[in-house]
């Protein structure tokens, strides 16, 4: 097939070395490509959902990971086919934009994928398809708007945040306290918010673990918490409405950066560099003390004599502090990173209303805690677990509950979860399916059946019967007009979504929907695949 | 039309009832592997390294063998990380709760086998370690506010955790050594002030707690080997050569008369600073690094002990337990600190001699001198005491303590099997199944010790039907009996982090229904 003959019957070679390529073209390439893509959404399915089963990954190293989160899980798959890897991508980029939904967004692209397959075998074009599946998102989106509900709180009413949060946390292994968890990020993300500009940086609260304890015990903690002690074992644990010097220079004599040697031949000139040396480390020392500063905290090391020296007048000192910590502990104390001894002055202190060391199990493990900072904005939530696993997973699970609730304070609309905007939506689709003239109407019902696919699987891993309970739940929101029933996954006893307290943030259900149908309508136009087969 | 794979080359996929089996079968193997390690009668391992030396190391603790393991089952590594955690929090009970988590996954096998999804599972796990919790909780003894009382506990709990390790025929002993040593903490958990020193030579029985500190040093030639009333100056500094910290500096020199004078300002200098040091007015000078000759000499001249290389925790405690600062410059003596004692003295332990400090002003740090007949015995025994100390310490700061001997394990059960009867669903037997886990360490320990385990747990069981029962085994005469009277107890914190830990580690493990294994990283090989 890549063979070509000229004008002159001679063939030439349009494809080098084809033989070692090996090449898929037209309906098989599509095919291949779904089947791909299926085979990774089929991997997450069964952990969508608050009944949705675990993973256990083993890396490369033999480290294991077990999470339920989408993203994680796809990102630590050994993955090599092309597609799979766009699926990949998929997730992470719901991850990034949104945080949440990680884990739907692959379902969803799934079950669009294999109504294509359908569609593909009726003989309707890909091209026709995609532009279907175009069209019936526009609807679906369109129709999430609609069916939002808008949600009033502020810094003191901040229940219906906690709530949302605790239906993102339902999923996850810490759903045991959820409650906390919900409330510590919530409460995480108001310290930082800025409700005037409905912006928040989630870079301003740092999540940090350590091993030990109870997943209870996981804390709040407004100020900084650095997995660093005193830089002499006998300085002082304990520092109230301390002054704190930021430096990112070393306790050493300067290294200027022009090369130079300073040749000593006689003496004098040995003892006189004797005696310099000694004044940089005091007049170092000395320098800190008059601006008045109670703690030092350093990004590089110092030396003994320097520690000493620091230690004898009574300043504690931090050394081999990370340069995002240090950042982070400039914004909340107030303080101004300063990189020469020079540039010291009161004003670039940071302050901190209490710096305190504190220790942790049986070994000799130290946290060091900058609390009551000047500048309350930069926060720490503080996680304590079973093992490293379970705080792994806990990070994950904060984070995302950290990305719902900023979610919320930038859009304040909410849609119902437990499958019932993704009902809603089928409804919606199937019923503006109609109006389309042309081939693209098949797509778009195979839309609305694809958005059945998330419910579907909801129900199937709560032990439900499927499509028992979802042609239930459907029937209820046509009759009754309402679309707030959803599946009922903890079995409580009602479907109504709205007294379960189950809701997801409004921007992240469009963003599954939008992102799952670009990447689906990316893999219907591919029709060639040539890969270099193995050697 | 199948796809070809997704994965890359060696990656692997383990689906459903596979993926559990896997787990399953991996996380009981390792906790039956440990399981005969369990309770006083409880056998040792023995452990041959595969790198150099095969070095042997003989043992009956959890987390050491599951530490010097190499596993490859993924849930097997959960439990050996659980065991590690455990062994870092509380320091004690890490066999236990590796063979609770492999008991509740074993019950857990049973219920899937007959069609009880995971998730139901884990629901009625989470009631029921919640309901045992508060069980123990009820029945905890607390003694902070009676000293005598709170210290014959501490007794009896550092017996019963010793009783199971190599110690246990010197229990009494030990155990008052630990108690001592960890009252002298005096509520701090910073186990590191009590050092450890083991010497080969002797029996268990010559171990002793030494009140003072002793430093494992020598004292320089020709210095005095006994000081009184000392005066110790603790360092941090270099005593070879000092170089000159300034960036670029270098000699340069064009004649060797030139070399000979800097030479020579070198050598001043060194004995500028001796001689600050010396004007401290001290009599003792320990530093963390190396002394040189040319020093060392000069102290001696002075009449000043002087001790060098003493490793970094060493100055640490001796900077803790003399109540010195640990010092880097020397120009102004009136305000650094120095460190005091009664008496130095060089002492001979076997054939070893090694530095004593005696009479020190704080009396936190304490040092702990075993004896034993081989190294394999004195690891051993540092390990059983390193236990020891951790529940001690961590029972100062958390008073409550519980009875031994499979009787909380009862109390428990008895508790679950309650809550399982008035629990209506599916969930029930999952709660049923917890409190046969329960139940299954009492037997365990019944059956390490070659007891019929059956009928005295049978028994047990019958006993514990009365309300405010105190039975529990004793395995040393192979009934059932009193603890309360036999005197076994244990710490509440360590039984409750057994229980809490076991439930997440196994929770973490049902939850699981996909096992994917990357490639392993190619090692390059480098010929």
Redesign the interface.
Known sequence: MALAFDEFGRPFIILREQDQKTRLRGI?AQ??NI??GK??AR?LR?SLGP?G??????????D?T?T?DGAT?LE??????QI?KLMVELSRSQDYEIGDGTTGVVVMAGALLEQAERQLDRGIHPIRIAEGYEMASRVAVDHLERIAQKFEFDANNFEPLVQTCMTTLSSK?VN?CKRSLAEIAVKAVLAVADLERRDVNLDLIKVEGK?????EDTELIYGILIDKDMS???MPKHIEDAHIAILTCPF?????KT?????????EK??T??K???Q??DEMVQKCKDVGATLVICQWGF???A???L??RNLPAVRWVGGVELELIAIATGGRIVPRFQELTPEKLGKAGVVREK?F????ERMLYIEHCANSKAVTVFIR??????IEETKRSIHDALCVARNLIRNKSIVYGGGAAEIACSLAVDAAADKYPGVEQYAIRAFAEALDSVPMALAENS?LQPIETLSAVKSQQIKENIPFYGIDCNDVGTNDMREQNVFETLIGKQQQILLATQVVKMILKIDDVISNSEY | MPIDKIFKDDASEEKGERARMASFVGAMAISDLVKSTLGPKGMDKILQSTGRGHAVTVTNDGATILKSLHIDNPAAKVLVDISKVQDDEVGDGTTSVVVLAGELLREAEKLVASKIHPMTIIAGYRMASECARDALLKRVIDNKDDAEKFRSDLLKIAMTTLCSKILSQDKEHFAEMAVDAVFRLKGSTNLEAIQIIKKPGGTLRDSFLDEGFILDKKIGIGQPKRIENAKILVANTAMDTDKVKIYGARVRVDSMTKVAEIEGAEKEKMKDKVKKIIAHGINCFVNRQLIYNFPEELFADAGILAIEHADFEGIERLGLVTGGEIASTFDNPESVKLGHCKLIEEIMIGEDKLIHFSGCEMGQACSIVLRGASHHVLDEAERSLHDALCVLSQTVNDTRVLLGGGWPEMVMAKEVDELARKTAGKKSHAIEAFSRALVAIPTTIADNAGLDSAELVAQLRAEHHTEGCNAGIDVISGSVGDMEERGIYEAFKVKQAVLLSATEASEMILRVDEIITCAPRRREDRM
Not at chain 1, 211 to 215: F, I, P, R
């Open positions: 098989d095919k291949a089947a791909a085979a990774v991997i069964s009944k089963m675990d993973k256990m990954l083993q890396g490369p190293d033999g294991i077990i339920n899980i630590q798959m050994d993955v090599d086919n799979a292994i045991r091993v030990g304890g109870k997943l002499h074992p006998q050493e004599p300067p290294k200027p090369k130079h040697k300073v040749d000593i031949d006689t003496v040995f003892e560099l004797r310099q040396e000694q940089y480390f030396d003994d004599e520690n000493h020296l230690m004898h220790s199990g049986t070994t000799k677990g079973g093992n490293k696993m379970m032990g």
